[in-house]
């Protein structure tokens, strides 16, 4: 109950299948209907708080976090391909957002290796956070290590 009323704003995320999930929510971004920034970060960071404090208890609803933490990242990596689109002073918030979340997915890959992991969620890994990220890799990792190396390292 405390995780359905915690992720309430994004409730719709965790309908259906990861893929398919993650698919949508790249593909059906509406610059107009987005979740204010400051209540993704909000949740975001709730959710850093539920992994590293109920972890193992919430073994059956890690799924579902998954399945929401990529869809919201997914989102957040789409929204910034359309900076045209965006204001100026939004860009920088959506950037840290879009890293939060990629912090948020490597904290998981961390702290639940023994999760079993299913094809269509690393499909869904892939389509929300490497494919995206892979082209800035030279450049973002030129002086430290990017998230994306990061996650790799992880696995």
Known sequence: MFLDL???????????????????????????KVLPLGRQ?????????????????????????????????????QILEQKEKIQLKCINPL????????KRIVDFFTDFETYPYSA?????????????QIVRLAFESQHSPSLVLKLIHTW
């Open 6 to 32: 915690l992720y309430e704003p994004v409730k719709h995320l965790k309908d259906g299948d990861c893929y398919t999930s993650v698919r949508q929510a790249v593909e059906q971004v509406d610059l107009s």
């Open 41 to 77: 970060h909000a949740l975001l960071n709730s959710l850093e708080v539920v992994l590293k404090n109920l972890g193992n208890l919430i073994s059956p609803y890690l799924p579902e976090v998954l399945q929401i933490l990529l869809c919201m990242t997914a989102a957040v990596s």
């Open 95 to 102: 950037k840290h957002l879009r890293r939060l979340g990629m």
């Open 120 to 132: 269509e969620e690393i499909d869904a890994l892939f389509v929300a956070v490497i494919w995206p």
